[in-house]
């Protein structure tokens, strides 16, 4: 029907195909969302990708520039939806704190036990 929308109506090429007209805008509609999914997959699992890859330490602003390298055009705010429906979410690496003064002066005492 989209090849001849236009020469025909898509009222009269309801009637003659005996469909009604919510149907098919309905079977339209279910169409596009099924594309929009598959993209939201191939787009999820790229992101899961990239984010092992990284060592779990990319969040949506690296992945999104990655994301642009491999011809992805997509925001940082949908990598950043995404990546929270995924529950996925970088844990940055605890810093090593050095809490001992060695170099001092003072006296130092044995240990008794």
């Not at 309905?26 to 993209?39: C, N, P, Q, T």
Request: net charge positive; glycine share 2%.
């Amino acid at each position: 029907m989209d090849k001849h929308k236009k020469t025909y109506s898509v009222g009269k090429m309801c009637k003659y195909l005996k469909v009604s007209r919510n149907s098919y805008y309905h079977w339209k509609s279910v169409k596009l969302a099924k594309k929009k999914d598959s993209r939201r997959t191939v787009l999820v699992n790229e992101i899961k990708r990239i984010f092992n890859d990284s060592r779990q330490t990319y969040g949506s602003p690296r992945i999104q520039a990655e994301l642009e390298k491999l011809g992805y055009k997509i925001s940082r705010a949908y990598v950043a939806r995404l990546m929270k429906a995924e529950n996925i979410r970088f844990k940055p690496k605890k810093r090593f704190v050095n809490t001992t003064y060695s170099k001092h002066d003072y006296k130092i005492e044995k240990n008794t036990y």
